[in-house]
């Protein structure tokens, strides 16, 4: 068995850099276990809401390749309209120079990342051991199919009957605009976000309607004739990646000593653009608790800290399958302050620790309080 650490973080994605780096900051000594060497690639609509922005400048992560943007535009045939940020712009970056960026930073400040992949996991009152690595905490950042949410007997069923999947390829032209467009079609959207001054990605959002036969980019860009007219005759500078199906849920996110961060705890659907911002503001919240010896006590933060994505975006994937889909952008065109209101709740978030920390309190009380179990039930 190797030396007890304070905290080990199983998954080397974004989030778990983030929530590893977020430790060792705390002073925490912190170890990374990935199986999957250098840099990471997932399918993701890449742009970041400003509470994601200022999580990572609050870490010091620092990102030369972007794009930042000032809010979202709907877009369903000659209907659009604009929804700007209040708190700062958002930014538009590849998923593989955010998590280079993380690396670096987390390289900075000499986070040592293990070549593992999680199997065994046992844990008692003093900590946990992952296959033979100890620490007194284990947070699980290891993602919508979460080996640790499986092994530790916290999976529950979709409660959706209509799985959403995700693909997304980029393509070599100088954005058109400094919004992330959401183009609308009654059977999928396409988010064009602006990564660089010379490069967009585009991610398309479907659920099983569009599934017969081979899905593919260009079968699905042909529902967006504006779209196309757009990227006709640009280079493609990705290969298409899929995601889905996204719905995932957990009993509780606290169990004993090990907390889930980020899609492990629970994920429904990208369409709000918001699980980074909740990846790192769930890392924030679950290293706080974890200076504080309280593990418990993040379960009920993540709840708060979730409860409107949840409802929201519970409420959006009912009204684009219902027979009022087509009132949405007519509403949002007469009314495009509401559209603002909308975009300040998906923006919100503070990314100071949600549970204050004592100064006395760090570490030490890490080091010598009891187990945290938890009795919560389901979430989502």
């Not at 970041?48 to 535009?73: C, D, Q, Y």
């Not at 300040?344 to 030490?364: K, Y």
Request: aromatic content about 6%.
């Amino acid at each position: 068995m190797t030396e007890r650490r304070d905290v080990l973080v199983a998954g080397g994605g974004p989030v778990g850099l983030y929530a590893a780096i977020e430790a060792a900051r705390a002073g925490l000594d912190v170890a990374v276990l990935e199986a999957r060497p250098g840099v990471l690639d997932k399918a993701c609509g890449e742009g970041l809401m400003p509470a994601a922005v200022e999580a990572l400048l609050r870490a010091g992560v620092s990102v030369s390749r972007k794009r930042e943007f000032a809010g979202i535009r709907y877009v369903e045939g000659e209907r659009r309209v604009d929804g700007r940020f209040s708190r700062g712009p958002g930014w538009g970056i590849r998923r593989t120079e955010l998590h280079g960026a993380l690396m670096r930073r987390a390289r900075e400040l000499g986070i040592r990342v293990i070549a593992h992949r999680v199997n065994q996991i046992v844990q008692d009152e003093q900590g946990v051991i992952v296959d033979g690595h100890a620490a007194r905490y284990l947070v699980a950042c290891d993602g919508l199919r979460s080996v640790v949410r499986r092994r530790l007997g916290l999976e529950l069923a979709p409660r959706r009957g209509s799985p959403r999947f995700g693909l997304r390829q980029h393509f070599r032209v100088a954005p058109w605009s400094d919004f992330v467009e959401v183009h609308l079609h009654p059977l999928s959207e396409a988010y064009v976000t602006p990564v660089a001054g010379d490069e967009v990605g585009v991610a398309m959002l479907f659920d099983e309607r569009s599934r017969n036969g081979a899905v593919t980019m260009q079968g699905l860009l042909a529902r967006y004739p504006e779209l196309c007219a757009r990227l006709e005759g640009a280079e493609t500078t990705s290969t298409p990646r899929g995601a889905g199906p996204f719905e995932q849920r957990s009993s509780r996110v606290a169990c004993g000593r090990v907390l889930l961060v980020g899609d492990a705890a629970g994920y429904l659907d990208p369409i709000t653009g918001e699980g980074l911002r909740l990846g790192f503001l769930s890392a924030i919240a679950a290293v706080a608790a974890i200076r504080r010896g309280e593990a418990a006590a993040y379960d009920r933060h993540w709840r708060r800290l979730v409860r409107r994505y949840w409802w929201g975006t519970s409420a959006l994937l009912a009204l684009r399958r219902s027979a009022l889909s087509g009132l949405m952008m007519p509403v949002l065109c007469r009314s495009p302050w509401l559209f603002d209101r909308i975009l300040d709740g998906l923006s919100e978030g503070d990314v100071t620790p949600a549970l204050p920390v004592e100064a006395d309190c760090v570490t030490s009380a890490a080091r010598t309080q009891g187990s945290g179990s938890t009795s919560t039930p389901r979430v989502g």
